[in-house]
């Protein structure tokens, strides 16, 4: 298995169904059950637009912060633009801007081929404090 997949996981990601599809440069891809998921109408919940957007962007901050630092979400955006209708959503993380202490990473979000969700995270790296 590829190590970078491990960057999708954690508790949370497993317990919400989240599988990791693809692990690239810049880029990180998954798929998230609707069932499960729903909030009480029975449409994916809003909050796990949230969750793959901050989630994928922060393993693709992960692969790109320096050893010494850790990635720490300063400013997270989602816009929810339709409801999902299919089984699961995809969604799609890439890098749009990065320095050397910061990463912009923005999410989109299918069902089916329909965008249903998009957003950003931003990252920043700091000294970690133990």
Same mark, same amino acid.
């Given at each position: 298995?590829?190590?970078?997949?491990?960057?999708?996981?954690?508790?949370?990601?497993?317990?919400?169904?989240?599988?990791?599809?693809?692990?690239?440069? /810049? =880029?990180?891809?998954?798929?998230?059950? @609707?069932?499960?998921? $729903?909030?009480?109408?029975?449409?994916?919940? #809003?909050?796990?637009?949230?969750?793959?957007?901050?989630?994928?962007?922060?393993?693709?901050?992960?692969?790109?912060?320096?050893?010494?630092?850790?990635?720490? /979400? =300063?400013?997270?955006?989602?816009?929810? @633009?339709?409801?999902? $209708?299919t089984?699961?959503?995809?969604?799609? #993380?890439?890098?749009?801007?990065?320095?050397?202490?910061?990463?912009?990473?923005?999410?989109?979000?299918?069902?089916?081929e329909?965008?249903?969700?998009?957003?950003?995270?931003?990252?920043?790296?700091?000294?970690?404090?133990?």
């Open positions: 298995m590829n190590t970078h997949l491990k960057l999708g996981g954690g508790a949370l990601a497993e317990k919400l169904g989240l599988t990791i599809t693809h692990v690239g440069d /810049g =880029t990180m891809e998954g798929t998230l059950p @609707v069932e499960g998921n $729903t909030q009480p109408y029975g449409l994916l919940h #809003g909050g796990m637009n949230g969750f793959l957007v901050e989630h994928l962007a922060s393993g693709i901050a992960m692969m790109h912060c320096p050893p010494d630092l850790a990635p720490v /979400g =300063t400013d997270l955006h989602v816009s929810h @633009v339709s409801p999902a $209708t089984d699961s959503v995809r969604a799609v #993380g890439s890098v749009v801007s990065k320095s050397a202490g910061t990463i912009w990473v923005k999410v989109e979000i299918y069902s089916g329909r965008l249903t969700a998009f957003g950003s995270l931003t990252v920043r790296f700091v000294k970690p404090r133990l």
